[in-house]
């Protein structure tokens, strides 16, 4: 800690910064982690040797942000844990961006998974492997391993389980555009970025070869991202200081023919962020010479054009370009679509959870990250059971009195109530009950109580498909498995309306801790809680701070600060590999 604290105050040159380091650690933002799968199936070879123990089996699949913070708060000695994945490490996805650029290195921000297995108090079990099927009915995967074939004994075997853990992540969505998957980059894993920085030195160095025109030079060296997202926009800003700031000292001779390009379906970037902070990114871009298409959205990805079409006008532009970044969205793993089917969500475009985040249709099965939706059950269908049992003395009428014996219990369940209270600026209960003109009500029967939590649903939101979002979905997991017992005949959590008794956990309840938007310069957006908007030079330093603080051991610590003092020092390293 002394030596981070040191380092810090060197970087900063203030000893304010370090005070930021310790009041904002708790935020952060950005991608998740995922697994990757394949949906080949062969000959399942069933394990035999496996040891027979008498602890609940729980198996997890990945090791990205919700698998991970699920292992690293489980109770291992009251569980026989095993772990899959087709990745032995834990990536900092966020700093995904910085990776394709040299700006941080690939191993700086990734951690084996034994070594974080390794300082549990317990044995964990891990294979490194993909999934390719669930049998939930018989409580069984079924692996490959991604391992060479050449390597004696065979790939596939499979694993009972008591409860599986699924943390998967997602994969690129392409929304089903020709040629995306054949000529378009993506960034979600490690490799994906390696690939991209690969491809940026590439163009630069076939830019540069004799012969070529003019024409042909500013085609090789047109950067597109498709999505401005945060991981879009963070890219550009990642890709233009990486061009300004060291590229086109190498490569003087073709500087002038570098562009990139932000093409965003919707009217602005970083839309799902304050109206403030996209105006600000916007505004930055147009400064730095990024150019940024709004309202476009590509009909198809050919070799060498991008076919774009432009909503307010219907036209159809060809762009010509050396490299494609494609960053618009997320979409279900093959094998997941195949479980859903099972569990009989084949009409639902991601996997579904209950509040408890146990998949509908399979109690035994959790799924956390970007794999799951929760899925917020409605005020309105359990209305007429929340009057039943609020109205004590069974009067046909609700005094304000009774519903504040059960509007806490109403809160925790569903938690757009309180959402619903305060965006209203409702402050009391007694709010719900006032009728057109104003006035408060002493008693509201049943068709008065519907008409007063009629909007309430409104207010339900899906979780953004984040780290934080992941990695409290797996803390919150680890805690229910750690209490089942005890919840189990002491419950915690709100009382059931539809039947007698209490739902044995809280359910889990996000906590938004704010999201970042590094734009390139030095100079980055944050959005955090309590409406607080920063923007510029000192909020970069908070990033650093955040980021710093976030990773998940003292060996990525000092590894990341250490590619950011290299970078200022020496710049960015532009070799190939």
């Known amino acids: 800690m002394r030596g981070l604290t040191y380092l810090s105050k060197a970087l900063h040159s203030h000893s304010s910064y370090s005070k930021l380091l310790v009041l904002c650690s708790v935020s952060t933002g950005g991608l998740l982690v995922y697994a990757e799968s394949n949906v080949e199936s062969g000959k399942q070879v069933v394990e035999k040797n496996q040891p027979e123990s008498k602890k609940k089996k729980v198996v997890v699949l990945g090791t990205g942000w919700g698998g991970t913070s699920f292992l690293k708060d489980l109770d291992i000695s009251s569980y026989d ?43 964990i079990q891990f294979w490194e492997a993909e999934c390719l099927k669930i049998d939930p009915e018989n409580r069984e995967v079924f692996c490959r391993s991604g391992i060479r074939d050449n390597l004696a004994g065979h790939n596939d075997f499979s694993l009972q389980y008591d409860y ?31 690939r991209i920085r690969r491809t940026v030195i590439d163009c630069f160095e076939k830019a540069v070869i004799p012969g070529l025109s003019e024409e042909e030079r500013r085609t090789n060296l047109h950067f597109v991202i498709v999505g401005g997202g945060p991981t879009g926009v963070e890219f550009a800003a990642e890709l233009h200081d990486f061009v300004h700031e060291d590229l086109v000292k190498i490569y003087p001779s073709v500087k002038d023919f570098v562009k990139v390009t932000v093409i965003q379906s919707g009217d602005h970037i970083l839309n799902t962020f304050d109206e403030r902070i996209s105006s600000f990114a916007e505004q930055k871009f147009q400064r730095d010479g990024i150019e940024v298409l709004t309202g476009c959205r590509v009909i198809s990805v050919s070799d060498h ?50 509040e408890w985040l146990r998949v509908k249709g399979c109690g035994n099965v959790y799924a956390i990250g970007d794999c799951a939706s929760v899925d917020q059950r409605k005020v309105m269908e359990d209305i007429s059971s929340i009057f039943k049992a609020a109205d004590k003395d069974d009067s046909g009428t609700l005094s304000i009195e009774e519903f504040r014996d059960v509007v806490e219990d109403i809160i ?103 999201q970042f938007a590094p734009l390139g310069g030095d100079q980055a957006a944050a959005e955090l809680p ?30 990341v600060v250490g590619d950011w003092v290299r970078r200022y020092i020496f710049g960015r390293d532009s070799s190939r590999i």
Not at 102 to 123: C, D, L, W
Request: hydrophobic share 35%.
């Open 81 to 123: 844990v095993q772990v899959v994945s087709p990745r032995n490490y834990f990536a900092f996805t966020p700093l995904l961006p910085s990776v394709t650029c040299g700006t941080v290195e690939a191993r700086s921000i990734v951690e084996p998974v034994r070594n974080i297995i390794k300082k549990r108090s317990g044995e």
């Open 164 to 194: 599986l853990v699924i943390a998967v992540g997602a994969q690129a969505n392409t929304f089903n555009t020709p040629g995306v998957m054949e000529h378009c980059h993506f960034l979600k894993e490690v490799e994906d970025a390696q």
């Open 305 to 354: 054009f991008i076919n774009v079409k432009v909503k307010s006008t219907g036209e159809h532009v060809e762009v010509p370009y050396g490299m494609v970044v494609w960053s618009t969205g997320i979409g279900t793993r093959p094998f997941v679509k195949d479980f859903m089917r099972q569990v009989g969500q084949e009409n639902r475009r991601i996997l579904a959870t209950d």
């Open 412 to 514: 925790i369940r569903y938690p757009q109530v309180d959402l619903y209270l305060k965006n209203k600026h409702l402050l009391e209960v007694k709010d719900l009950f006032r009728d057109l003109e104003g006035n408060v009500r002493k008693e509201v029967d049943i068709e008065d109580f519907k008409l007063a939590l009629s909007q309430v649903d409104s207010q339900m939101k899906s979780l953004p498909a984040t780290a934080q979002v992941a990695s409290q979905q797996g803390a919150y997991l680890a805690r229910c498995l750690n209490r089942w017992d005890q919840c189990k005949s002491n419950p915690e959590g709100p009382r059931r309306f539809k039947s007698s008794g209490r739902h044995e956990f809280l359910p889990f309840g996000y906590r938004h801790l704010g």
């Open 530 to 559: 309590g409406d607080w908007v920063s923007m510029g030079h000192s909020t970069q330093w908070l990033w650093y701070s955040v980021y710093a603080s976030k990773q998940v051991s003292w060996r990525t610590r000092y590894l």
